[in-house]
């Protein structure tokens, strides 16, 4: 059913406030769910920190790992100074 | 045959647990089910005031967990509606008192002695709303339609689901009027950004105010919209699956409604 007040902000133009409060939910559910929590993190870093230790020499302490949120995107930022590159043993 | 735990909760504060586990307890128990509504919220009890038992407490909830008391002793039985009875949280204790282990054990003797067990759940996520769910077969999560309610109603499911319990969801508070005027989310907009089953709509509804003042169950007012609403979830819940929701829908006259449009009215 069309009512008196949905055709008159058809007119208008004018936009539902529920409107963008239904965008605004949608939005930050997404959200909510790509939050990692410490543990997370931790764990992920460590799982990282395995796997290029064994191509690199990297100075565990100085490494950090982070979330960037830019306005579209979520990105996992890790960053390490390499010492040197392993040697592979025969 | 065994009963059914079902646990009301929602996350969020204040959007009507109490008043949903109260009213759906009744209205159970007048389709001649033995209903017993347990009051999860310890510490910070309300079912007893809205039910108008508060006087006649003797043990509570924690006390049964603990073992200092059978349930019979602690079940409050209604003189108004028949095989309805209300289990109170206590006020002295901490949320942390109780165990899951000592929920769970006591959720199996309930379902032994009722029907349905109808558990209100504190607000939070934390302790409290943890020992409200470890002992339910079927879960309802409750939000009004407002941005914070339904995001902390997505929490909760969330935490349902991990729990294998798979909830159904009530939208409370419903101002059809404010729906119309594209104020207010509808239901429609709440179940597509939650992506779960309806257990019914309960409109904004000023007996609930009225009937909490005096303690007399709304589902005995055949005026109350909302108590009428409830009635249907709880018939529901009794096996009428197919029973239709009904849409709140706005009571005001066609003059009303095309005064307000324009301006002139508020
Ligand atoms: N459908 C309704 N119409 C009008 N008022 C309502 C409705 N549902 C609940 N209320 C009112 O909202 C308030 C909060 O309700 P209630 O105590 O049931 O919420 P709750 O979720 O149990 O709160 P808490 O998280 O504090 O335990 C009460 O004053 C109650 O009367
Ligand atoms: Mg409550």
Redesign the pocket.
Do not use: E, H, I, Q
């Given at each position: 059913m069309l009512s008196i007040s949905r055709l008159l902000r058809r007119f208008t133009g004018q936009k539902a406030s529920k409107d963008t409060a239904k965008k605004r939910l949608q939005f930050s559910l997404i959200y909510d769910k790509l939050e990692l929590n410490d543990t997370t993190l931790t764990d992920l870093q460590k799982d990282i920190v395995a796997v290029i230790s064994n191509y690199f020499e990297i100075n565990k302490d100085s490494l950090e790992l982070k979330v960037k949120r830019d306005d579209n995107v979520t990105a996992l930022v890790f960053n390490t100074p390499i010492l040197q590159l392993k040697r592979k043993r025969a | 045959m065994e009963g059914k735990v079902i646990v009301i909760t929602?996350g969020k504060?204040?959007?009507?647990?109490?008043?949903?586990t109260s009213c759906i307890g009744a209205a159970l128990a007048l389709e001649g089910k033995r209903v017993a509504i347990v009051d999860m919220?310890i510490g910070l009890r309300?079912l007893d005031v809205v039910m108008g038992l508060e006087n006649r407490i003797v043990f509570n909830i924690v006390d049964v967990v603990l073992e200092r008391c059978k349930i019979s002793q602690a079940a409050i039985r209604d003189r108004r509606i028949e095989n309805l009875f209300l289990i109170p949280a206590s006020q002295s204790d901490n949320k942390d008192v109780l165990t899951t282990s000592g929920v769970e054990r006591v959720a199996d003797q309930l379902r032994k002695e009722f029907d349905f067990i109808i558990m209100?759940s504190?607000?939070g996520i934390e302790r409290g709303f943890e020992n409200s769910i470890v002992g339910a077969n079927e879960a309802i999560v409750i939000c009004t339609p407002d941005v914070s309610a339904v995001r902390d109603a997505d929490r909760v499911i969330g935490l349902l689901y991990s729990r294998s319990l798979t909830p159904k969801l009530i939208v409370?508070?419903i101002e059809p009027a404010r729906v119309e005027r594209g104020e207010m989310l509808s239901h429609e907009d709440v179940l597509e950004v939650l992506s779960i089953d309806l257990a019914g709509l309960?409109?904004?509804?000023e007996h609930?105010?009225i009937s909490?003042n005096t303690g007399t169950p709304l589902v005995l007012q055949n005026e109350s919209t909302?108590g009428q609403a409830f009635k249907r979830i709880a018939r529901r819940l009794n096996g009428e699956a197919d029973l239709p929701v009904q849409v709140p829908v706005c009571k005001m006259s066609m003059w009303n409604k095309i005064s307000r449009t324009f301006g002139l009215k508020r």
């Open positions: - | 929602s504060g204040g959007v009507g647990k109490t008043t949903a919220d309300n209100d504190p607000a409370n508070r309960v409109p904004m509804d609930v105010l909490s909302a």
